[in-house]
């Protein structure tokens, strides 16, 4: 059985930061791409960033320079390093992950099978 948590979601002020962390349950973590999505109230769950198992990393435009991706196949974990914040990030954070190593592009979420429950980060004006 496969299972996502994330934590690490909260309330920042523009120009904040917060380290977003996923813990999977899964068998082969170091062979899946992961990702990360994010939806806002009335929005479609968009893709923010994702990372493959060779650890090739790709950004949705609205992120890129301000937001990291990273892994680490030991503790079966995969983080979303977010500065610079603005409140247009302002969403509910989902982590998936992908059966196959390399991820889609663009991040699209019919590509995912498993998801977690989400964290919420919220970035005031």
Known sequence: ???????GGGSVQS??????SCAASVNAFSSRCMAWFRQAPGKEREGVASISSYRTT???????????????????????????????DTAM?????????LCSNPVRPDDYAVWGQGTQVTVSS
């Open 1 to 7: 059985q496969v299972q996502l948590v994330e934590s």
């Open 15 to 20: 120009g904040g930061s917060l380290r977003l």
């Open 58 to 88: 790709r950004y949705d435009d609205s992120v890129k320079g301000r937001f990291t991706v990273s892994r680490d196949n030991a503790k079966n974990t995969i983080y979303l390093q977010m500065d610079s914040l603005k409140p247009e």
């Open 93 to 101: 954070y989902y982590c998936a992950a992908r059966v196959f190593p």
